[in-house]
């Protein structure tokens, strides 16, 4: 096994325990977000519309599912990918149609070119930055010529540690990153980005929110 390989099992299994310890809470604590949430729900609509009803997609690191419900809602034929069990028993007791699994979003049981569109709400935030180019790639590689990609992310320079939360004995850190940082690195996994949306912080948010878009090349 390489250095690579430990420092991504490391990564992968620290998240999944996080999330693992504090499903539950998170998932009271955040149930009813979205709906407070015009933009957010917005950029996820436009999302929804340009893959196209009845679009395959992916919501990778859907955590307990809300934004999965909301994809199929809008008529998208999506699944859920999530590291954590715990996180998945709660998708799958919310949304009893929708097929969850559990997986790694940096390889992915799904074959070249199947999908139409790829969401990544807030889960590469946890993801080395090391790692983010092969991340990238696997998404560019799963989507068909036209695709369209969706991620969101905190903005900054400095991520955010998390210990501790909601009393369990856990820690992780949040990346943030800038908007032009991820582009590049989108572009260069042979994305063009299509749309760069940012907002202020709101409320208790620490940082400014970025919401990219991004489409795969079509087919000449």
Known sequence: MTDSDV??????????????????????????ALAEMPLERAMIGVFAELVGRGGAVADLGCGPGRVT????????????????????EIARRENPDLLFVQGSMLELD???????????????????VEKLPALF????????????????????DEPKRHDKPFGHDVILDFQRRRPE????????????VVSRTVRAAQAAELTPQAFLIARVPAAV
């Open 7 to 32: 420092q991504t099992r490391d990564f992968l299994t620290s998240t999944r325990v996080f999330y693992d310890a504090i499903a539950e809470d998170y998932d009271k604590r955040f149930r009813d």
């Open 181 to 192: 940082f991820v582009a590049g690195l989108l572009e260069a996994a042979g994305f063009e």
């Open 69 to 88: 419900g909301l994809l199929a809602a809008l008529g998208l034929d999506v699944f859920g990918l999530d590291l954590s069990s715990s996180m998945l």
């Open 110 to 128: 799904v074959a070249d070119g199947a999908l139409a569109g790829v969401l990544s709400w807030y889960s590469s935030i946890h993801t080395p």
């Open 137 to 156: 790639r696997e998404f560019r590689r799963v989507l068909a010529p036209g695709g369209h990609l969706l991620i969101g992310f905190q903005v900054g």
